[in-house]
């Protein structure tokens, strides 16, 4: 990043040909590099140095350097044969200098102006643009609401109810007072179950006691899911201080819980932290996991990541509850974007024969800005078919 923000700075500084347009641009350039070493140095040190810049200036970095940065890149490379072209040909005409227009033709803004005036403020436009929007969404988000006809539902269990809270986040992006109005909804829906589907922190430590009181302000049955952010900065520890909490934690674990009179089996599943060949590496722990499934209970897997559905698709798992996709995150429709481009369920409700999955957008942030993938609370009402 610190390289490519570099060679960036070269291109916009080499098109401005003008001293407050270069200055415009150091001006910006130094200011992400710095806020990205800031990022990057708290990160490794622990030291939660981000808590120390406005959420606005993170946001900006974050988005010049996932968004502006690579936009500015790739325009660079589909310009550059172009200009190679030309100076070829120039080159090889050696055109002779024109005589000079006179004073009264020129045109008052010329094309080189434009260009360097373009080059050094439509970056800090772009990004502060963004910004602002990001800042306005990441204090809203939506209940989405589902009716799921499920065959063979128990009788007792015919419109119980169940939030679904996935991907809270809590740390950079995530905080008060979106996180109080998050508590107040979920408890305000009066749910039977409140299920959390992982990524409870965005990846410090330090976050993770403020968000285990979150999970026990909730009111009602609360089981909790680990996610791959929880596990960024150490895992272990993770999961070891979420288990001494005493909130239901399920890690590869299933737990039977009395519902409206009839039992529910919860079957949580771990994070595959598998790189290569991950969806093999889930689909093992799916079929593991289902070997605890008892014929007496309901059954609901907990899967942060959507691709599990694949495998309890093949074993008649009824319900699959995931998040981890945001929603696609950015997207132009609802099939079209990172969504569809990374994952086979990226949000709302998938059906197999009987079987059904539910992918939440999140609730939270680790990305400051969404398109077309609203952050949201899920809102499931079972009824019998």
């Known amino acids: 990043m610190f390289a490519l923000d570099g060679i960036c700075w070269a291109v916009l500084a080499r098109l401005a040909n003008r001293t407050p347009w270069r200055g415009l641009i150091a001006l910006f350039m130094s200011v992400q590099l710095l806020g990205l070493a800031w990022l990057i140095f708290g990160r ?10 406005p959420k606005f200036a993170i946001t900006s970095v974050f988005i010049w350097h996932c968004l502006g940065l690579p936009l500015v890149l790739l325009v660079t490379l589909a310009i550059l044969p172009l200009l190679l072209v030309k100076a070829a040909v120039a080159l090889i005409a050696r055109r002779r200098p024109s005589e000079p227009t006179p004073l009264d033709d020129q045109p008052a803004w010329s094309r080189r102006q434009f260009v360097g005036f373009a080059a050094a403020t439509v970056p800090p436009l772009f990004t502060l643009s963004l910004a602002t929007i990001a ?8 209940v989405r609401r589902f009716v799921l006809p499920i065959r063979n539902l128990p009788p007792d269990l015919n419109g119980m109810t169940i939030a679904q809270v996935s991907d809270i986040h809590v740390g950079r992006f995530t905080s008060e007072p979106v996180l109080r109005e998050m508590v107040n909804v979920v408890n305000q829906l009066r749910a039977d179950l409140v299920l ?86 889930i689909a093992s722990s ?20 959507p691709h599990a559905f694949d495998a309890a698709a093949e074993a008649s798992m009824p319900l699959t509850l995931s998040g981890h996709t945001h929603g696609g995150q950015l997207m132009l429709n609802e099939r079209c974007g990172f969504g569809p481009a990374l994952f086979r369920y990226w949000s709302g409700l998938y059906t197999r ?33």
């Open 44 to 53: 490794l040190s622990h030291g939660g140095w981000d808590r120390w810049l």
């Open 135 to 142: 800042m306005h969404q990441l204090n809203h988000f939506r």
């Open 196 to 281: 959390l589907t992982g990524d409870l922190i965005n990846d410090a430590l330090a976050d993770l006691d403020h968000g285990l009181e979150l999970a026990r302000s909730m009111d009602g049955l609360v089981y909790l899911i680990e996610g791959n952010h929880d596990l960024i900065e150490n895992g272990e520890m993770f999961e070891r201080r979420v288990k001494a909490s005493g909130i239901p934690f399920l890690l590869d674990e299933s737990a039977v819980v009395s519902v409206r009179g009839a039992p529910i089996q919860l079957l949580g599943l771990s994070w595959t932290r598998a790189r290569e060949k991950r969806d093999e590496a």
């Open 286 to 305: 799916v079929r593991q996991l289902l070997r605890q499934r008892r014929p007496d209970a309901f059954p609901i897997l907990l899967a942060h990541h």
């Open 353 to 385: 024969g009987e079987t059904k999955l539910i992918v939440s957008n999140g609730v939270g942030n680790w990305f400051p800005l969404r398109a077309r993938a609203p952050a949201e609370i899920v809102h499931l009402t079972l009824v019998r078919l």
